[in-house]
Each structure stands twice: as C-alpha cells, then as structure tokens.
C-alpha cells in the first residue's frame, strides 16, 4: 500500500510559480509512474503530467505544455511539479497518483494510488 501526501499548494497571482510535492511512502516508488492531476469546482478531473517510473518520456497536457515541469528524485521518494506562468484557469485541487499505464497516463482510471490533494488558487 502505497500513501502519497502532497504539498505546496497556495494563493498566488496570476503570472506567479509554484511547486508541488508529493512524498509517497510505503511502497517502492522507483517502481511506479507518478501523474499530476487536478479538479476545478464542478469539472472533471483531469491529466496533467505524467513521468514515468523508469525515467522515460514525460507527457503533458496540452493546457500546461511549456508552462509545467513534471521531475522525481527517487532517493527522496518524491515526485514535482513546478508550475509557472500560472493563470487563473489553473485554480484547482491539484492531485497525485501512482500507478498508471503506458499508453494511458491519461486516463484516471489507471492509477493505483491518490493522495489527499492540496488547493491552487490563481488570482488575476
């Protein structure tokens, strides 16, 4: 069993950067692809990023592209997500996962493992 918590989140303004984290214990996080994922009041979620467990290519949205970076360190079972250029529309609760499928990062459905979430809001 896998338990992922994440952290960073905030207030910030629109133009502004953050990072996230997330820290995962329990498991052997070499092991696993991670995604980013997030839910705005009312929508779907949905994909953000994804990099995979063997350090291969990592994917985006198409609504991040350029502006998010997805990293992991592996010796700190940890797993980023620097966000810049942030924009009002990036206002969600931003979410971690474990597991995936190749081909499918994403789908939600794929995943194994989810933490708690941690709220981005960005104010124009």
């Known amino acids: 069993q896998v338990q992922l918590v994440e952290s960073g989140g905030g207030l910030v303004q629109a133009g502004d950067s953050l990072r996230l984290s997330c820290a995962a214990s329990g498991g052997t996080f070499s092991r696993y692809s991670m995604g980013w994922f997030r839910q705005a009041p009312g929508k779907e979620r949905e994909f953000v990023a994804v990099i995979p467990w063997n350090g291969g290519s990592t994917y985006y949205a198409d609504s991040v592209k350029g502006r998010f970076t997805i990293s992991r360190d592996n010796a700190k079972n940890t797993v980023y997500l620097q966000m810049n250029s942030l924009k009002p529309e990036d206002t969600a609760v931003y979410y971690c996962?474990?597991?995936?499928?190749?081909?499918?990062?994403?789908?939600?459905?794929?995943?194994?493992?989810w933490g708690q979430g941690t709220q981005v809001t960005v104010s124009s």
């Open positions: 996962a474990a597991g995936g499928r190749p081909g499918l990062w994403f789908s939600r459905y794929v995943y194994d493992y």
